[in-house]
């Protein structure tokens, strides 16, 4: 079952994200209080449990949800695999998949600190279509 390990959110651009209880994801701007959050296609920013792993496993295994900078870490689906205008019903929340991957931004602090980045390659961006809350432990459903 593809579910959420956890909301994280930054109020500044180009730190990394901390965990929260439960975030609130509003139609036109994304989570709320979250730095990236806007009337753009980048609202909200998700990466596989998964993905981070990868990275683990290179041997940097004190790497969090949040590290890269995701409003959404998850497990159980393989994200950067959805095709653009895939819908996700997460929580309360309908999302609308509008990119996988993004380039590198310069000084990226985990690519400095590991000598790689997952969140360029495996990472994918929503918006939000329905608003509501989401949690840890929330499902993930495919809603198209």
Request: aromatic share 6%; with cysteine.
């Amino acid at each position: 079952m593809a579910k959420v390990l956890a909301i994280n959110i930054s109020e500044k651009k180009g730190e990394i994200k901390r965990p929260i209880e439960k975030g609130y994801f509003a139609v036109n701007s994304g989570l709320q209080g979250d730095a990236h959050a806007g009337d753009w296609h980048r609202q909200v920013s998700l990466l596989g449990n998964e993905s981070i792993d990868k990275i683990r496993n290179q041997g940097f295994n004190q790497l969090e949800p949040g590290n890269f900078a995701e409003n959404i870490t998850t497990e159980g689906i393989v994200l950067f695999e959805l095709p653009v205008g895939t819908q996700l019903k997460i929580g309360e929340a309908l999302m609308e998949v509008t990119q996988i991957g993004k380039e590198c931004h310069k000084g990226c602090a985990i690519r400095e600190q590991t000598g790689d980045c997952v969140m360029p390659r495996e990472g994918i961006f929503t918006k939000v279509l329905t608003p509501g809350w989401i949690k840890a432990g929330d499902k993930i459903e495919l809603a198209n």
